[in-house]
């Protein structure tokens, strides 16, 4: 008889709306804990670049977990790939919250600086034509020096070329001296008459 219940489809529309119940409301002590959190938490942002949540998250999580035990606090890092959403750091003590979101925009700046400095660059460099070959030396002999002692690319246009850019590549710093260096260079020579 009992299967002669089951097959019936009104019956069954009945049983499956009695198993889906409501979810249990909370116990009294976790809906305060949960109020006094909400309460009480701090909550600060921190704006970054996605390429940067790495240095926020760490080696397998060690500068997330770091900076949550040291100012216990909650560190939210948006998904990667998610555009302009900000770095959540959370907390109870308002101190210890401003603390770590000053050490995170530490953490920060620090990438940013160390990826300015090891990034490659390139500037451009206006020298007379007329002077390419005296500034390059015979066989480069002017030139190697300054390309082999700062590690620099330096490019000057063909002779077919009427154009008097010299293009430098390299570190920040390598640039600005190899730059101070070709003056030098040119400085040495004596103006050209057309």
Known sequence: MSSLLNNNPFE?????????????????????????????????????DNCLFGVIIGPGGSTMKELQVKYNIRVLVPRKGSKDEPI??????????????????ALIA?????????????????????????????????????TQALKLKIKFPNKNDNSDEVTLTGLPDQVDQGISRLLNLVTRFPPCRA
């Open 110 to 146: 620090e990438e940013k600086e160390r990826r300015r400095v090891t990034t490659p660059v390139s500037q451009t460099l206006c020298i007379p034509k007329a002077l390419h070959g005296k500034v390059i030396g015979l066989k480069g002999q002017n030139i190697r020096p300054v």
């Open 12 to 48: 069954r529309r009945q049983v499956m709306k009695v198993n889906q119940e409501k979810s249990r409301p909370l116990p009294p002590w976790m809906s305060r804990m949960r109020a006094q959190w909400v309460e009480e938490t701090v909550s600060e942002t921190v704006k970054a």
């Open 88 to 105: 959540i750091v959370e907390g109870k003590d308002k101190t210890l919250v401003k603390d770590a979101v000053l050490r995170i925009k």
